[in-house]
């Protein structure tokens, strides 16, 4: 286990720009509210935007009081860590790539997370090293898949389902995002990025759709503020599928049969 942590949740894509960082900021938030201690990890290397979805001053860096280990910062209630606070975000992108599984193991075993009942991690898209290297050193209770529900990210998404599969992660589900959109003008709804996505998908692999977030200035305003919806309108209806998918995963966790977060070993 890792230091700190009971439950450790990977927030994943296949494909970049669906919202994972959106909806990996608002579920620790919702999660929050359920009274759980929550920390997230940004290990998206090659964009960690965390620490600004939770307005963490860009020069803001752990603390470290004995040189080894590192206090994660404290947001919104959420204990936070980044790649961002180690990793030069003007180092080129070529170089991050191989420093990225050291960075990510240095983060997860060197913060000092304090008695948290979730992690989230922020994980990069795609299926590289970084889910490697997480899969091969910590246990994950589950993984929380987002896509739209546009069929080039829905391809990418499967990928992600069926790298979880082998490596023996329980997938908790799907969350569809950017599902629909409603003109604030006219009130008329279109589902911009195709319809019933997330659905099929779910179904396809035996898991469920978590839940369905609308295409909304407003999520994307507030998020480049450092107020995740979730905190700046907890009584709106998006608030309410944040929550709603904060249960399940807390379900499916906690009523997970033992065997099933059992990790495999790569016999490293
Ligand atoms: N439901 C939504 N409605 C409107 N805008 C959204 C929604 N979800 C995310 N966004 C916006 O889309 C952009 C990409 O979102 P985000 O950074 O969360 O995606 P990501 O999948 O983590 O991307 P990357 O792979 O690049 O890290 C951001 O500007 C975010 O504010």
Not at 57 to 71: N, Y
Request: hydrophobic share 40%.
């Amino acid at each position: 286990m890792t230091n700190g942590v009971k439950h450790i949740i990977a927030v994943s894509s296949g494909k970049g720009g669906v919202g994972k960082s959106t909806v990996t900021a608002n579920l620790a938030l919702a999660m929050a509210a359920l009274g759980q201690r929550v920390g997230v990890l940004d290990a998206d290397i090659y964009g960690p935007s965390q620490a600004q979805m939770f307005a963490v001053p860009e020069t803001s860096k752990p603390r470290s009081d004995d040189g080894q280990t590192f206090d994660p910062l404290q947001a919104h209630g959420i204990q936070l860590m980044s790649m961002a606070f180690l990793v030069d975000q003007k180092t080129p992108m070529i170089w991050r790539g191989p420093m990225a599984s050291g960075a990510f193991q240095q983060l997860l075993n060197q913060t000092r997370w304090d008695n948290l009942d979730y992690l989230f991690i922020d994980m990069p898209p795609g299926t590289g090293d970084i889910q490697l290297t997480m899969a091969q050193k910590v246990k994950v209770s589950g993984a929380v898949i987002v896509t739209t529900p546009q069929d080039i990210a829905l391809l990418d998404a499967k990928r992600g389902i069926e790298m979880f599969r082998q490596v023996k992660i329980p997938v908790l589900g799907v969350v569809e995002n950017m599902s629909l959109h409603t003109c604030s003008q006219c009130g008329h709804s279109e589902p911009i990025f195709g319809e019933g996505g997330g659905e099929r998908i779910a179904q396809e692999y035996q898991t469920e759709l978590l839940g369905q977030l609308p295409l909304s200035l407003h999520i994307r305003q507030q998020m480049d503020q450092g107020h995740p919806v979730v905190l700046s309108e907890p009584q709106g209806q998006v608030a309410a599928v944040f929550a709603a998918i904060a249960q399940q995963v807390r379900d499916k966790v906690e009523n997970a049969p033992e065997e099933e977060t059992v990790q495999i070993s790569f016999g490293d």
